[in-house]
């Protein structure tokens, strides 16, 4: 369907070489592609030497041979007033409110269900009030989560005229802070409205996780393994307490 068409940019957002050779049958004025240290690019793509950095970061390289600039990392979502008022409704702002999401499309990035429920508990026990954000594929946590937190709040239950990335993202406008593993309701939380931590166990933070002062890492090699059950518990806790400024 390409054969009549020519654009005047073509950005080769991966790395596979038989891909971007079939990119490159398609005309363009410039090819810019990274995949084979750049050998297929118009424009000379600068080596980074296997650092590893946040994957946008890379689509950030390539757009700035083009336009050079400088990347805001600490930009704010802007969110519908539809969707605002609708969250005042169920956000008490007298309240302080702790956003959880335990699930994660691979299990080797699950930290265990019972870390979660015994550090909700610790906080509602201070009173901060749960918020728990859950995907298409955490229904078999979702019901244990509401035997022990029938109180909690699950905002995209509530709300139905906007997507569930939209309502999670908005709701960060209210947390004073969020606990997720490493999976794309944490991508949602990364708004830099409220501080989030993320739990890693084998995957590499630096790459899924946008440079942001609002955003704390907490790796399992840091513990001596890629198991992210290794993770303690106490010291996930005084993390969140420090971004609470409990401690």
Avoid at 142 to 154: C, G, L, T, V
Avoid at 179 to 192: F, I, R, Y
Avoid at 216 to 223: D, L, Q, S, V
Wanted: glycine share 4%.
């Amino acid at each position: 369907k390409f054969e009549n068409m020519k654009f005047n940019y073509i950005l080769d957002t991966q790395k596979v070489i038989l891909r971007t050779i079939a990119l490159k049958r398609i005309k363009s004025e410039i090819f810019i592609s990274a995949s084979a240290t750049g050998i297929f690019s118009n424009i000379k793509v600068t080596k980074n030497n296997n650092i590893r950095k946040y994957y946008l970061d890379d689509l950030f390289d390539l757009l700035s041979l083009i336009s050079p600039g400088v990347v805001d990392n600490n930009f704010k979502i802007n969110i519908p007033k539809k969707l605002i008022d609708e969250l005042d409704v169920i956000f008490n702002k007298k309240n302080s409110y702790i956003g959880y999401a335990p699930g994660a499309g691979e299990k080797e990035k699950k930290w265990n269900l019972e870390n979660y429920i015994e550090i909700a508990k610790y906080f509602e026990n201070q009173n901060y009030k749960s918020v728990f954000f859950l995907g298409p594929d955490d229904n078999d946590l979702k019901s244990k989560i509401k035997d022990f937190f029938p109180n909690a709040y699950y905002p995209e239950e509530n709300i139905k005229d906007f997507s569930g990335p939209e309502i999670v993202m908005a709701c960060t406008k209210y947390l004073t802070c969020s606990l997720s593993n490493d999976s794309g309701v944490s991508h949602m939380l990364s708004t830099n409205y409220s501080p989030l931590i993320k739990l890693f166990g084998p995957k590499d933070s630096k790459k899924f996780t946008p440079p942001s002062s609002m955003i704390k890492t907490i790796e399992a090699n840091f513990f001596g393994n890629k198991e992210i059950n290794s993770i303690p518990v106490e010291y996930v806790k005084t993390q969140m307490e420090k971004e609470l400024f409990l401690k």
